[in-house]
């Protein structure tokens, strides 16, 4: 159940006046815009102990000073990938003692989840304009003319570096900030290369791609898989064949085929 948000001692106080002049409840309510049950609590905490102000908690105090909190919500903001164990480390060098949990509990109250990083492609500023340009060029196009297109791209199924999974600590809806994110590159690390095509009618064929690629060698590929998938997805006449600035996409010999 999520916390109620305390009165301020100003509304308390105005609670009780308005009851002292002769006020019910149910108007007291109505002219502040509070709950009957919280005038109601306020007015009977009054009478009994004649004070408005709320009384110490029980409970054990926060193990974290509000300034360590701010330390470690700014590490966490500038590298989302940091551990709850570098955490607990620089809290430790600020003279402050405590676990992995009470550190992992104290970023969660602010909103902040650990999450597995999402994995993006590594584009450049020319890369990302691009991208941009297209999306708005077709921004307004009808749906009716994306079920003509047919996507094809190459891809490696592990990226540089490890394949492991990264952790982040992120907010929600932010799992797409580049800070949030592993970028990826099609060179490198990686042990198999695939080629594979898809509609909205479907997936096409997948290609295992064992030797490096050229430019005869991709329009071999699409010889021998795109066609036969355009036919099978049952896409008719008219249809649009799109994959990216690759320079064997670019070629030539790719355009002529």
């Known amino acids: 159940m999520a916390k109620t948000k305390e009165l301020s001692k100003d509304t308390r106080d105005k609670i009780v006046h308005l ?9 007291i309510a109505k002219q502040l ?5 919280t005038v109601g609590a306020i007015i009977r ?7 408005t102000v709320n009384l110490p908690r029980t ?17 966490v903001r500038n590298q989302p990938r940091t551990t709850r164990g570098e955490l607990v480390n620089d809290l430790k060098r600020a003279g402050t003692t405590v676990s992995k949990v009470t550190v992992g509990n104290t970023l969660r109250r602010h909103g902040l989840k650990s999450c597995m990083a999402r994995k993006v492609p590594l584009l450049k500023p020319a890369h990302v304009k691009a991208r941009l340009k ?15 297109v047919m996507w094809s791209d190459e891809t490696k199924m ?21 800070k949030n994110t592993i970028p990826t590159v099609k060179h490198g690390g990686g042990s198999i290369m695939l080629w594979g095509c898809f509609s909205a009618h479907g997936t096409g064929r997948l290609h295992c791609i064992k030797e490096r690629m050229t430019r005869a060698m991709y329009c071999k590929i699409l010889g021998n898989n795109l066609l036969p998938s355009v036919r099978a997805l049952k896409m008719g006449r008219g249809w649009v064949f799109q994959h990216d600035n690759d320079p064997k996409h670019t070629a030539r010999i790719t355009k002529e085929w």
């Open 59 to 75: 409970g054990a105090p926060c193990k974290i000073s509000p300034r360590g909190v701010s330390m470690i919500l700014r590490k």
């Open 158 to 178: 592990e990226r540089f570096g490890h394949n492991s999974t990264k952790r982040v600590w992120r907010k929600k809806n932010d799992e797409y900030h580049p």
């Open 134 to 148: 297209f999306a708005n060029d077709h921004l307004d196009d009808p749906e009716e003319s994306w079920e003509k």
């Open 19 to 27: 009851h002292k002049v002769g006020k019910g409840y149910g108007e």
């Open 45 to 51: 905490k009054w009478k009994k102990l004649n004070m």
């Open 33 to 37: 815009g509070e709950k009957r049950s």
